[in-house]
């Protein structure tokens, strides 16, 4: 008598999903990897591609290739729209089908997180997030953009606007790419613009008095750090 292997359905190919499959690497199981990116993504080195320190490339990696020795997994490229728990199916639209229902014995799910904007979903269009090789493309050519504008602005009030960034939450993300974009401003803007007084101006916003796991410091020191890396005025506002 023949025992059916059971199948395992991971959504995701993030950090959790691949993790998963290849912790069942030698378990009596198949196992089956779904996400709707055919790459992973390295997200925490996301802010050097939108500051143009990495290409995309260089922090992302095809899904297929991190699991290519596994013979119990394949990975399906679509897009989860439900589960049906009660019958055991995975609902995907893979390429240009709709609709595809695949049964599964056991399912993980590790569809990550995504940014909030607390019921404000309008402010998406003015404040975007940074979840992916898209996000960071886009706020790289955004960024590139606008020392483009401040290059040809004759009004200071608008050029200094023009290189003001402001960054929501001062947690390592926050911090870091206030820290690349102003190192960016202080080598390689100052050495292909001609933007007089290249000023670049940043409001950080903590919700809390310290950093999460980042070691206690005043905000005179975490304000002193970022304006050692150069020529930037800076500005911190705390909320307790």
């Not at 199948?7 to 912790?23: M, Q, R, S, T, Y």
């Not at 080195?45 to 290519?68: D, F, H, K, W």
């Not at 014995?105 to 309008?122: K, P, Q, V, W």
């Amino acid at each position: 008598m023949t025992t059916q292997v059971p199948l395992v359905v991971i959504v995701g190919g993030g950090f959790g999903g691949p993790a998963a499959a290849k912790g069942l690497k030698r378990s009596f199981v198949n196992v089956l990897l779904i996400d709707r990116s055919n790459h992973h993504v390295f997200q925490p080195l996301l802010y050097q591609v939108a500051t143009s320190v990495l290409a995309p490339g260089q922090i992302a990696s095809a899904i297929r290739g991190l699991l290519a020795e596994q013979k119990n997994t394949s990975v399906m490229l679509g897009n989860v729209t439900g589960v049906d728990a009660v019958s055991r199916q995975v609902i995907v639209d893979p390429n240009d089908k709709c609709g595809l229902k695949i049964s599964y014995d056991y399912l993980i799910l590790a569809t990550g997180a995504n940014h909030s904007y607390f019921g404000h979903d309008e402010f998406g269009a003015f404040a975007p997030g940074l979840k992916s090789l898209a996000d960071a493309e886009a706020l790289r050519n955004h960024i590139l953009e606008v020392f483009e504008k401040a290059e040809i602005e004759d009004d200071p009030e608008r050029r200094q606007a023009l290189l003001t960034f402001v960054m929501v939450g001062a947690g390592p993300t926050g911090v870091e790419i206030a820290s690349a974009i102003a190192v960016m401003a202080r080598t390689t803007m100052r050495r292909d613009f001609r933007i007089r007084r290249p000023l670049t101006s940043f409001l950080l916003m903590w919700e809390c008095a310290h950093l999460p796991h980042f070691p206690r410091r005043s905000p005179r020191q975490r304000r002193g750090g970022l304006q050692s890396l150069g020529s930037m005025s800076v500005w911190v506002s705390l909320r307790k």
